[in-house]
């Protein structure tokens, strides 16, 4: 993606520290703070990554018998075979899993009014768990948080949705019977107009950070070349990721071109963690993890109960009409 002209200033950076970009913001030299989140962030809560070796995603999808990986998130295999990826669906739907410290740091940001935007290549909607506000996050690849059938575009109701995807079945559309699909960016489709809507905010960012993806991915990946060439750009990450080869693209952590790049090599939480410390967040950003997780946690205990009251009743009545040999039309006659 091509870099805009900009009216952004930023400040210089003393040296290629955490400790550096850290008190940028305590002087109150970045107060529109641009994040960039990927699938690294959501690991420790227990969701898998796309590309870990090993542990991620890709790798441990053989027993869908799928043509190849990408095959569960591209529309055309849906269209033809919806059942694995609403199989895969169960196991990363929202409800249970908890938003982690990165999540809650992004929220953090907000409170204290200096973050821009939160765009996330993240479909599990954990940000918004984690209480940050909705015009906060552009959602680049989607999410779970609604869905839609994908002939007719009605919008469905989301409490069938989840219904269908807990029980690792495929919802249709109760207009046309068309699948319905979560409103999740597909290969083979549009990126959100929400995405593109956004661009302009890198126009004004005093501050880039990069946590938690491999930028490999595009559009994406090209975002961090959307700021000025003088915004101080911090990736925290497990490994190197979007070093460039040119002063126009990617990340230059030789300081060959500018001095305005930092790495942080690290697991997301614990770089977050460093990064709150040296801010003097530290103890705000552990209250804020634990009251809010407690909350989610009462709020789920709540909710569960129900459901599986729900479940034991058609269950038990299922039981009793396969014991009293119900005939269809007479169930029909009573109801």
Not at 179 to 202: A, H, M, N, Q, V
Request: include cysteine.
């Amino acid at each position: 993606m091509p870099k805009k002209t900009t009216t952004a200033t930023a400040a210089p950076l003393k040296d290629q520290s955490l400790e550096a970009i850290a008190q940028l913001i305590k002087d109150k030299k970045a107060s529109k703070v641009i994040v960039l989140t990927g699938a690294g962030i959501s690991t420790s809560a227990g969701i898998p990554d796309f590309r870990t070796k090993g542990t991620g995603l890709y790798d441990n999808l053989q027993k869908f018998n799928l043509p190849y990986p990408e095959a569960i998130f591209d529309i055309d295999f849906f269209e033809e075979k919806p059942e694995p990826f609403y199989a895969l669906a169960k196991e990363i739907y929202p409800g249970k899993f908890y938003p982690t410290k990165t999540h809650y740091f992004i929220r953090l940001l907000h409170e204290k009014g200096i973050l821009l935007r939160n765009f996330t290549q993240n479909i599990d909607t954990l940000e918004r768990l984690a209480g940050l506000d909705g015009d906060m996050i552009v959602e680049a690849h989607g999410s779970f948080a609604t869905a839609s059938c994908i002939q007719c575009r009605k919008v469905a109701e989301e409490e069938m949705v989840r219904a269908r995807v807990m029980q690792a079945q495929v919802a249709r559309c109760v207009d046309c019977d068309g699948l319905i699909k979560p409103d999740i960016t597909f290969f083979g489709e549009s990126l959100p107009p929400r995405f593109f809507e956004r661009i302009d905010d890198f126009d004004d960012a005093d501050l880039l950070i990069v946590i938690g993806t491999s930028l490999k991915v595009q559009p994406f990946a090209s975002l961090i070349d959307s700021v000025n060439d003088h915004v101080p750009r911090l990736l925290i990450n497990k490994e190197l990721a979007g070093a460039g080869r040119s002063a126009k693209s990617g990340f230059d952590f030789k300081w060959k071109y500018k001095k305005r790049d930092v790495v942080h090599l690290d697991d997301c939480d614990a770089g977050i963690e460093k990064l709150a410390e040296l801010l003097g967040w530290k103890e705000e950003l552990h209250e804020m993890v634990r009251k809010s997780n407690e909350k989610l946690k009462a709020q789920w205990s709540y909710e569960e109960p129900v459901e599986q009251e729900d479940a034991e009743v058609d269950a038990l009545a299922e039981e009793l009409e396969k014991r009293l040999h119900v005939p269809d039309d007479k169930k029909e006659e009573k109801l």
